[in-house]
């Protein structure tokens, strides 16, 4: 038995049980990504609205927070105004966010998805100007209740055994919790956003499971950062898939210390 977090965690159904039990069977059902009982539940009990409250950031003056990533992007989309973001692996809205950026000084609204309750308690303090969501982008077409190893910025969901001899490689401590999940195409359709302009991706090695759940003739996604230092395949796995969606990888990023091993797609036009 994996020893669990006794920490307090997000309660998106406090107070209204009825939906809760509605969202038990649907997990156990496997519903389909555009059920429309999971798209309304998403919206009213795990969508926060963002913030209307000055920022409070540790560092107001830094212009970028990316590792690159965010210049790159910005230059490639022609340093547009008003787009729309995702960023999923948001830690606590500040260190190494990727969207920042675009919502300080391109005017773009977005989501910002972070499974782990502590940092999402850190994001929530940032007062970012987007919507938020404590939960995970589940590597499956459906909701699901997984587990999830609370690691600071390492946190990811623990579905298998390869997932459990990754935490013994790096020597992290077992912090399990457990966390509702949903795939992106239904918290995509709960905000009535299909279009999006920039997705960032960091879940720790569940990154191509996540991809292969977007139905892609269905959504307009522009430009994806994806970290690949996690994944149980190659890069070129990583590559294959999107090149067969519809994207060109446009640059592999790479530090010798971790801090940054993304690879930037742009969807062909």
Same mark, same amino acid.
């Given at each position: 038995m994996l020893p669990r977090s006794t920490e307090p965690v997000f309660k998106p159904f406090e107070g209204n049980p009825h939906d809760e039990e509605i969202m038990t069977r649907l997990n156990r059902e496997k519903v389909r990504m555009d059920n429309e009982?999971?798209?309304?539940?998403?919206?009213?009990?795990?969508?926060?609205?963002?913030?209307?409250?000055?920022?409070r950031l540790d560092n107001p003056e830094k212009l970028d927070f990316s590792?690159?990533?965010?210049?790159?992007?910005?230059?490639?989309?022609?340093?547009?105004?008003?787009?729309?973001?995702?960023e999923c692996g948001a830690l606590n809205g500040e260190r190494r966010s990727n969207t920042l950026f675009f919502e300080r000084h391109r005017k773009w609204n977005g989501l910002l998805i972070e499974a782990d309750p502590s940092n999402y308690a850190k994001l929530k303090r940032k007062h970012r100007k987007a919507f938020t969501m404590n939960a995970c982008l589940n590597p499956y077409p459906y909701p699901a209740k997984l587990n999830f190893n609370k690691a600071s910025n390492m946190g990811r969901v623990v579905h298998d055994l390869t997932v459990?001899?990754?935490?013994k490689q790096w020597k992290l401590q077992e912090n399990m919790i457990e966390v509702q999940c949903f795939p992106l195409y239904?918290?995509?359709?709960?905000?009535?956003?299909?279009?999006?302009?920039?997705?960032?991706?960091?879940?720790e090695g569940d990154e191509l499971r996540v991809l292969k759940t977007i139905p /892609?003739?269905?959504?307009?996604?522009?430009?994806?950062?994806?970290?690949?230092?996690?994944?149980? +395949?190659? @890069?070129? %796995?990583?590559?294959? /898939?999107?090149?067969?969606?519809?994207?060109?990888?446009?640059?592999?990023?790479?530090?010798?210390? +971790?801090? @940054?091993? %993304?690879?930037?797609?742009?969807?062909?036009?």
């Open positions: 009982q999971m798209v309304r539940i998403i919206r009213e009990h795990f969508i926060e609205p963002p913030s209307t409250r000055p920022y590792s690159g990533q965010a210049p790159f992007v910005d230059n490639r989309l022609g340093f547009m105004e008003g787009g729309f973001y995702i459990q001899n990754w935490l239904s918290i995509l359709l709960s905000l009535n956003q299909t279009t999006v302009d920039f997705f960032s991706l960091d879940v /892609f003739d269905k959504v307009d996604i522009k430009m994806v950062t994806v970290e690949y230092i996690n994944q149980p +395949g190659s @890069v070129g %796995d990583l590559n294959k /898939f999107m090149v067969e969606k519809g994207y060109e990888p446009l640059i592999k990023m790479h530090k010798d210390d +971790g801090t @940054v091993t %993304d690879v930037i797609y742009r969807k062909k036009t």
